[in-house]
């Protein structure tokens, strides 16, 4: 059952394929805090008939609780969640949504804070900024799209951060845009980073900060969309030790999936691998790590593992659940 019940207030055209949409709750009470990074899970109509949710970040002030802002790219190649938000939706509409989650919050432990977003990524991290600014905090954010006139939320990014934020057109080709390694170099004790974006940003924003030495516990990422299933994967069999069960998990479906269908209780959110939430312990097997949450100790020492979105190496993986 969804938490809330929010009204489209307003819904304008932020580039050729990005709108933004003001939420408030559709019986004028004061909507739940957030802190930044948060997102919303937004239930959708698919075009197969059938209901769905997705997750959006909040791009708004966090202390502002009169109303939500969403960003939402309308994907060509999408399973339908984005075609329902742009071409179903008109102002006035009321939708169901959750209360806001967060597995991308600031750290309390930074000093000094860099945020990097690419394209629709800018959604959280323009809440860091503006929850940053508005404390007095330490950033500086670094803001990439193809051209202007596709930079989504390009006047909020410039008023908020003023001169914290610098801002990137690079034609498409990456290579014309953040010169990464110049950023992530000699990097000061006491700073975060925070990317957001499409996944070649984030993995290479990652493999530079991974080369220039920064601790794994400052680099802090998020995704919107979860790994794609390879098109290689076989079928495998999990063991889970508390039943003695064997179940097949096909290639095609993630073994949360499975262990969902056959009734099991396990706890889970997001389905991407970037809560954690459905984390368990590996007993048996070699397993291939997908998710973007663990760190290398919690997979190598606590042996723990994402069945939303990792399967094994062999065929086999034996799980303490």
């Excluded at 900024?129 to 950033?139: C, D, I, P, T």
């Excluded at 034609?171 to 004790?189: F, H, M, T, V, Y």
């Excluded at 390879?230 to 479906?253: F, Y």
């Excluded at 389905?271 to 190598?300: N, Q, S, W, Y």
């Amino acid at each position: 059952m969804s938490d809330l019940s929010l009204k489209i207030e307003k819904i304008s055209q932020q580039t050729s394929n990005v709108k933004a949409y003001v939420l408030t709750s559709s019986d004028g009470a004061a909507l739940p805090e957030f802190t930044a990074g948060a997102h919303i899970d937004v239930m959708v109509d698919l075009e197969d008939g059938s209901t769905d949710k997705r997750s959006y970040s909040l791009a708004s002030d966090p202390k502002d609780t009169s109303a939500y802002t969403l960003g939402i790219l309308r994907e060509v190649a999408g399973k339908g969640g984005s075609a329902f938000m742009h071409d179903k939706l008109v102002e006035g509409a009321v939708i169901e949504a959750s209360n806001p989650k967060n597995h991308f919050p600031l750290d309390d432990e930074a000093e000094d804070n860099l945020l990097i977003a690419g394209g629709i990524g800018v959604t959280p991290i323009l809440a860091m900024a503006r929850s940053l600014s508005a404390s007095g905090a330490k950033f500086n954010m670094h803001y990439a799209a193809r051209a202007p006139e596709e930079m989504a939320f390009k006047a909020d990014v410039e008023a908020v951060c003023g001169e914290n934020g610098h801002l990137y057109f690079d034609g498409g080709d990456p290579a014309k845009g953040i010169n990464l390694k110049e950023l992530l170099s000699n990097r000061q004790g006491g700073l975060h980073l925070f990317v957001c974006g499409p996944a070649g940003l984030i993995e290479a924003v990652r493999t530079m900060a991974t080369e220039q030495g920064w601790p794994e516990n400052t680099v802090h990422y998020e995704v919107f969309k979860p790994a794609e299933l390879d098109g290689e994967d076989t079928e495998l069999e999990v063991v889970l030790t508390e039943t003695g069960e064997t179940i097949t998990v096909p290639a095609d479906q993630t073994i949360l999936d499975v262990m969902l269908d056959k009734g099991m209780d396990i706890d889970y959110d997001c389905k991407m691998g970037i809560c954690g939430l459905c984390a368990v312990k590996v007993v048996g097997g070699e397993p291939d790590h997908r998710d973007f949450v663990l760190t290398e100790d919690e997979r190598e020492d606590e042996k723990l593992f994402c069945p939303c979105i990792s399967r094994a190496k062999g065929g086999s993986i034996t799980l303490e659940s």
